[in-house]
Each structure stands twice: as structure tokens, then as C-alpha cells.
């Protein structure tokens, strides 16, 4: 596999991990819980949904041919918190989520070195990919330790659970080595 395609299929399964990682949480609390907020200064987490599904469906939404700061996106409305349901937190997650994985999986890896723009801004695809890949991931870790503080009974972990490290690592270190994405086992095993 050339560098270009091996790059495309890392990024797509970090940013399934990512996806993942924050359907986890936020299926261990109770519908309600997707809409507390602490203070005027803090976000809900279906609020947090909100922007990131927006800035999603800006960047990602002919992201090739026109700015991904789109004309019609009102990103200070992402931070009003409006939404009424858990399903409507989660259609607006699968919306954003869809048009990022259609517009990478309609990308070819030649492309990687074309200049995009972002507020003008001039990227090359793979700094764009690249922006994103930190951006979401930042607020995904935005949602997980909200919903850690918000859940009202025992925690199930999403990663290498408290005091578990020393098992974690003994069965790595039993494996042979190999070339893998670090997302190949814990997608399996977080579905």
C-alpha cells in the first residue's frame, strides 16, 4: 500500500475511533443528562454535539470545491442550546459524522496535495484532514469526561480501565509483533 493510502485508511479509522468513543458515552447516560450544564461558561454535551456536527457539515460538504467555511453556517448558534431530544443530539451527530465519511471515502489519494481553503486560508488536503483529526478528537474528550461526571453509577471504561494497566500491557506484550492501526482492536472491541 502506497504512503498516500495507508495515510487515508489511518485517519479514517482514528476518526471512527473518535466516533465511536463518543457514542460510548454518551449511550451510558440517562437522555436528560445529554443537556446539563455546569455554568453559563460550559457547553452540554448536546450542545458540543451541535458544534461539532456544524462544523462537520461546513468543512467536509464539497470540501474539494468551495470554502469550508460555508455561507450559510451560523457557528454561534451551534452554542445555543436548543435541541430537545437524544434523538435529535444524535441525528445531528450522524448528519456531521456521514458527510465526513462520505467526503473521505469519495477522496483519492492523489488529491492529498491539493489546496483547499478554509476562511481563505490555504491548505493542502492532508493539513485539512489533519486539523479536523485534532479538532474532533478534542471535543469527543470533551463529551467522554462530562459523561463521566454526569453518569449516576458505575462508569464502563473505553479505554484501559483504572488499575488495569499492568494487564493491558502483559497481554500486548504476549502477542508476537506487527504492523497494525492501534484502531484495529479497540474498534472490535468497543462495537
Known amino acids: 500500500m502506497k504512503a498516500d493510502e495507508s495515510y487515508l485508511e489511518s485517519v479514517k479509522k482514528q476518526f471512527l475511533y473518535y466516533k465511536m468513543l463518543g ?8 437522555p436528560e443528562q445529554l443537556f446539563a450544564s455546569l455554568n453559563d461558561n460550559t457547553n452540554s454535551i448536546a450542545t458540543i454535539v451541535k458544534h461539532i456536527s456544524g462544523n462537520m457539515l461546513s468543512r467536509w ?16 448558534s451551534e452554542f445555543e442550546n436548543d435541541l430537545q431530544s437524544k434523538e435529535e443530539v444524535l441525528d445531528l451527530w450522524n448528519k456531521g459524522w456521514n458527510c465526513l465519511e462520505n467526503a473521505l471515502e469519495n477522496l483519492n489519494p492523489e488529491q492529498l496535495s491539493d489546496i483547499i481553503y478554509i476562511r481563505n486560508e490555504g491548505h493542502t488536503v492532508i493539513e485539512a484532514i489533519n486539523r479536523q483529526l485534532a479538532h474532533y478528537p478534542y471535543h469527543v ?5 462530562y459523561a463521566k461526571q454526569l453518569k449516576n453509577s458505575e462508569w464502563t471504561s473505553l479505554s484501559i480501565p483504572k488499575n488495569k ?10 502477542k508476537e509483533k506487527e504492523i497494525k492501526n492501534f484502531t484495529d482492536e479497540e474498534l472490535k472491541r468497543l462495537k
Request: glycine residues 8%; negative net charge; aromatic residues 12%.
Open 165 to 174: 494497566s499492568g494487564n493491558y500491557n502483559a497481554e500486548k506484550f504476549a
Open 61 to 76: 460538504t464539497d470540501f474539494l470545491t468551495t470554502d469550508g467555511e460555508k455561507e450559510w453556517r451560523n457557528r454561534d
Open 23 to 30: 457514542e460510548k458515552a454518551m449511550a451510558q447516560l440517562e
Open 141 to 145: 474528550g470533551q463529551i467522554v469526561f
